[in-house]
Each structure stands twice: as C-alpha cells, then as structure tokens.
C-alpha cells in the first residue's frame, strides 16, 4: 500500500533560522510528488511538483529535493508570512485516475518574529 | 482566472441527516476531486469526476455520492450523517496548463455533525 509520511508534525523557528522538512514515500511506481502550503481555514495551495532523483524547484525561500526515498522543503532565512502547514503527496498508483493524491499529514511550520 | 469556490462555508447538521455541498470549478478545468480533511489530518481522496461521470473513488461508503455538471461545477452528497463525517471537504479543479495531477483547491466545506 501505498504510503506517505511526514516530519515533523510540527516545527518552530525564529525568523531567519533555516531548516528542512521530511516528507518519505513508499508508492509502486513514483509519478511524481507534490508539495502544497494550507493556511488555516483554507484549501492547500499547490507549491512544486517533482518528477525523478535529484530534481530541485525553488520558489522565493522555499526549495523542493527528491531522492528516490524521500523528499525534502529547505526553507532558508524563514519570515513569519511562511507559517502554514505544508503538505506533501504523491498519486495513488492503485487510484485508477489522475488527481486522485495520497497525502501525508503534513508539518505545521510556525515562524516567530 | 476564477479560482475554485465551495458553499457553504460551514454547516451543522444531526446524525441521520443529508447534506450537499457545492463547488465551482476554476476556468478552464474540466475535472472535480473531492477530499475529506480531518481535524490534524491530510486530505484523503473521496471520488473525482470527469465529463460528468465518476472517475475514480477512494474508500468512502456509497452514501457518499456526486454529481459533475455540463459546466464542470459539481456536488458532493453525503447521507445517513455519521459523527466521523465531521471534517473540512475540498473541492479540487484540474485539467488546465499544468496537468490532472496539480490540483487548485477550494477554500472547504467546514461540516460539523452533531
């Protein structure tokens, strides 16, 4: 079955200290993993998508690697406006249509000033 | 570009009874997914529709049921209310430029059953 799980549930910085969240998969056919942001009281918002081994996609502070295991969000110099929960997915091999994601619980990401 | 919108925003309903909940699909996507957010959870899949049929379910009971209009708007019906239905539910669009699998999300259907 497939699997997706991340750490930690939930992490706090200063603003300004770097850090890395995990996201590890266990899927049978990897087509891709996804990283989306939800704000509270909002719907996630898509971040990345990546597709093989040693892909990277930046965005502002935010940086998405994978390794054939895992993946990682390197948030580097955090401000307060990156607090959310960040999710991570990957598609259901066994779903049978495209769109249909497995997603972690996530890592709530608290920023201080 | 409209975005994904859901209605209602939140709603309380007893055990045993039905609900709809309604969703907008951004322009240019022709495919709805519907997921389930527990409080603490990520969302899990319930069904997806394309061209107004089901295209894919998860493993959610029959009384959770759909609809896909010919405008790509769509609804999601759940009957028999369960205390566990208690959850935020997504709305998500797909088709557009980026792919089936980059999904825009509504902002949910907080659903409260008491």
């Known amino acids: 079955e497939d699997q997706v799980t991340q750490s930690p549930e939930a992490l706090r910085l200063q603003e300004g200290e770097s850090s890395s969240l995990n996201c590890s998969y266990t899927?049978?056919?990897?087509?891709?993993l996804f990283w989306y942001r939800q704000d509270p009281g909002k719907g996630p918002e898509f971040l990345f998508t990546?597709?093989?081994a040693g892909e990277e996609k930046e965005k502002e502070r935010l940086k998405a690697t994978l390794t054939k295991k895992e993946s990682f969000l390197h948030i580097t110099a955090p401000k307060p406006e990156d607090s959310a929960t960040y999710l991570c997915a990957v598609p259901n091999y066994y779903g049978g249509s495209q769109g249909n994601l497995i997603f972690g619980k996530g890592t709530k990401l608290s920023v201080k000033p | 570009e409209t975005g994904v919108t859901q209605s209602p925003t939140h709603l309380i309903k007893t055990r045993g009874q039905q609900v709809t909940l309604r969703c907008s699909s951004q322009?240019?996507?022709?495919?709805v997914s519907w997921y389930q957010q527990a409080l603490g959870q990520g969302p899990q899949f319930i069904f997806q529709?394309?061209?107004?049929?089901?295209?894919g379910r998860g493993n959610f009971p029959p009384r959770f049921s759909g609809l896909q209009f010919p405008n790509y708007s769509s609804e999601l019906n759940v009957n028999a209310l369960e205390l566990d239905d208690s959850a935020l539910y997504l709305c998500?669009?797909?088709?557009?430029?980026?792919?089936?699998?980059?999904?825009?999300f509504g902002a949910g259907s907080r659903l409260t059953v008491l």
């Open positions: 998500a669009s797909s088709g557009g430029l980026a792919g089936a699998n980059v999904l825009t």
């Open positions: 529709y394309y061209r107004e049929e089901e295209n």
């Open positions: 899927v049978s056919g990897l087509r891709g």
């Open positions: 322009s240019g996507h022709n495919t």
């Open positions: 990546l597709y093989s």
